[in-house]
């Protein structure tokens, strides 16, 4: 099975002394990009219920992701590549 689905993730990102830190807010198909009842190459021979349960239960994995990420990979902030000890930076979204 190959298809392409399109997603919509938002976040609130702030950075403060050289730390990024990142709240992933949504993370979801965009269904209104997303109007196939079925995949691009269908070599699995999903019905159209097949397909929709499909994109149902990836749904929840994104959902997953989100809450995963923000848990674990998200959590502490992430440090800029470089550190410069002169000066405090700042960046707002």
């Known amino acids: ?33 997303h109007t196939r009842k079925a995949a691009l190459r269908n070599s699995m021979k999903m019905n159209d219920n097949d397909y929709r349960e499909f994109l149902s239960t990836f749904g929840f994995t994104l959902n997953y992701m989100k809450k995963w990420l ?13 550190n ?6 700042e960046l707002k979204f």
Not at 16 to 28: A, E, G, P, S
Not at 84 to 89: A, L, R
């Open 84 to 89: 410069t000890k002169e000066f405090d930076t």
């Open 70 to 82: 923000n848990d674990v990979v998200l959590r502490n902030g992430i440090q800029f590549p470089y």
């Open 1 to 33: 099975m190959y298809d392409e689905i399109p997603m919509i993730t938002s976040g609130d990102v702030n950075a403060v002394n050289d730390i990024v830190t990142i709240n992933i807010l949504n993370n979801k198909i965009d269904a209104q990009a």
